[in-house]
T-cell receptor, first 118, second 114 residues
Framework: DARVTQTPRHKVTEMGQEVTMRCQPI?????VFWYRQTMMQGLELLAYFRNRAPLDDSGMPKDRFSAEMPDATLATLKIQPSEPRDSAVYFC????????????????FGEGSRLTVL | KQEVTQIPAALSVPEGENLVLNCSFT??????LQWFRQDPGKGLTSLLL?????REQTSGRLNASLDKSSGRSTLYIAASQPGDSATYLCAARFYTGANSKLTFGKGITLSVRP
């Protein structure tokens, strides 16, 4: 059963601490997205990778957030230092490159990592 | 600015009713539009994806349509059931080059009353 796997599912931390969230995309998918969901803003795109290369991280606060793909099976989102306003659910999604012939561009989401920063 | 809007934010209907969820987008140059379902505390589950060349897609009791000229998509749910209660989000992929990304609406929270 192919699915996007995210860890941790829940994280409570104190302001100033470093937080790392991990994502395992569906095997064979070459695009990976990080989204943040809050009640006020809805779903916001933070970062986007294709073939492990970062293509768009314009939605990410650069001073404290960083996103990487060390290899094709792992994507990470790091917040350092964390702040209470970072409290949200962070989703990872993967798919096949939408420009490739035959690919629909459909995205598949993980269950999310719920972050609470006190 | 390319935006996706879903109105109303919440909807409550009695069981058995056929219903339509609306999604509007500001730019007709879209590559595809995807409908998702989100249960409380869960991730997003893909329901239907419509390519720009298509008019509609069907899966079971769900039917999604796309009208690029009017900037609208609808998700039709036939014979609604309490198990359909969830938040439904639509997302459009606009033509902005190779780095095109999905733009989400804020979702419609549906409650189906037994």
């Amino acid at each position: 059963d192919a699915r996007v796997t995210q860890t941790p599912r829940h994280k409570v931390t104190e302001m100033g601490q470093e937080v790392t969230m991990r994502c395992q995309p569906i095997l064979g998918h070459n695009t990976v997205f990080w989204y943040r969901q809050t009640m006020m803003q809805g779903l916001e795109l933070l970062a986007y990778f294709r073939n492990r290369a970062p293509l768009d991280d314009s939605g990410m606060p650069k001073d404290r957030f960083s996103a990487e793909m060390p290899d094709a099976t792992l994507a990470t989102l790091k917040i350092q230092p964390s702040e209470p306003r970072d409290s949200a659910v962070y989703f990872c999604a993967s798919g096949l490159g939408w420009l490739r012939t035959g690919n629909t561009g459909e995205l598949f989401f993980g269950e999310g990592s719920r972050l609470t920063v006190l | 600015k390319q935006e996706v809007t879903q109105i109303p934010a919440a909807l409550s209907v009695p069981e058995g009713e056929n219903l339509v969820l609306n999604c509007s987008f500001t730019d007709s140059a879209i590559y595809n539009l995807q409908w998702f379902r989100q249960d409380p505390g869960k991730g997003l589950t893909s329901l239907l994806l419509i390519q720009s060349s298509q008019r509609e897609q069907t899966s079971g009791r769900l039917n999604a349509s796309l009208d690029k000229s009017s900037g609208r998509s609808t998700l039709y749910i036939a014979a609604s059931q309490p198990g359909d209660s969830a938040t439904y989000l639509c997302a459009a992929r606009f033509y902005t080059g190779a780095n095109s990304k999905l733009t989400f609406g804020k979702g419609i929270t549906l409650s189906v009353r037994p």
